[in-house]
């Protein structure tokens, strides 16, 4: 009820702990969740119309692994100062496969920033992958456009009321 976790998985059969071409992985949220189709281009916003960044790298256990970042568009993209970061990551790499848990709570105080996490609201969400050992970075990604995710409470008991019924029936 008061936190938001993604887990991320991916196949790389390279491990690239590397400060010039880490694996990386970035998902991305308007800032503001508008009804319809307005929304950002899902290529790191556009004027008038920010993102909210979440971006993994994979570094040394020392480094800083995820950060939350802003932008207004390409060449734009600016890290949210120290005081904002609001999330946190685990991630672990093996047999060829990465797994990243990031986590922030559904509501913050920056709200000029942060994505905030209503429940039943359809969030727009893409995400990018970087593949350091394909020498990817900056721009050189993979990139998905905009999907959505909704956020519902449990399971109304109504749905296990009419299985049981629907059991009985039979």
Known sequence: NEEIAFLIEWNDPTSSIDE??????????????????????????????????????????????????????????????????????????????????IKRPLITLDIKGDVQFHKNSLIPIAMAVWDGANGEIDARKSLSSWYYLRLVSGTPSSVYLYVLIGILGA
């Open 20 to 101: 010039l071409f880490p694996d990386a992985v970035s998902l991305q949220f308007p800032v503001k969740i508008s009804d319809g189709r307005d929304k950002p281009h899902f290529a790191m916003g556009e004027p008038g119309k920010s993102v909210n960044i979440w971006l993994w790298k994979a570094k040394d256990i020392h480094g800083v692994r995820v950060e939350e970042m802003n932008a207004s568009g390409m060449e734009t993209l600016k890290r949210q100062p120290d005081d904002s970061q609001d999330i946190h990551s685990h991630s672990i790499w093996q047999n060829g496969r990465w797994i990243v848990i």
